[in-house]
């Protein structure tokens, strides 16, 4: 999130003395997915700036390599949005090279969990995190010698 706000700060510069008009595209790769079930109020496109955001069901979802999923706003939507010729909709999906079946291993995990579950399982894995941090900067107090460093590693503080 910090780099977030340093990004809207650049941004915000450019714009006055360039006039230059920036747009963002958050890469949550390890945190995106865990940041909304942990996280009061996430809301990362209700930002103006940003156009799209983007995470890694494999990295904290339980499923198979390799599951992204990309969130954007309505305007994003007609650069890649095709029309389908057997109907009258159009497919605003965007294509990879990977089979489907982690897409379905994600849809499984959602159904199976629920939000309650994976927020759950999320802050279980937090405070383990924690614990298993903690230990180690007591086992090796040359690198961590106070239970502060050992936070600010943790994803979430």
């Not at 595209?25 to 496109?45: E, S, T």
């Not at 156009?51 to 499923?63: E, P, T």
Request: glycine share 6%.
């Amino acid at each position: 999130m910090i780099l977030l706000i340093l990004l809207i700060s650049i941004y915000q510069k450019l714009k006055k003395k360039l006039n230059i008009i920036c747009k963002i595209v958050v890469d949550g790769a390890v945190n995106g997915l865990v940041l909304p079930f942990i996280k009061k109020n996430f809301f990362p496109l209700q930002n103006k700036r940003i156009l799209a955001y983007l995470f890694d069901f494999h990295k904290a979802g339980l499923v198979p390599l390799s599951c992204g999923v990309v969130l954007y706003k309505a305007a994003l939507k007609q650069y890649f949005e095709s029309n389908i010729v057997y109907t009258t909709d159009n497919d605003a999906t965007l294509l990879g090279s990977r089979p489907g079946a982690a897409a379905v291993s994600a849809y499984a995990i959602m159904q199976h969990f629920g939000k309650k579950g994976l927020t759950k399982l999320y802050k279980n894995l937090l405070k383990k995190k924690r614990i298993i941090l903690y230990t180690n900067s007591i086992n090796r107090s040359n690198h961590f010698d106070t239970k502060r460093k050992v936070e600010s590693l943790c994803w979430f503080n």
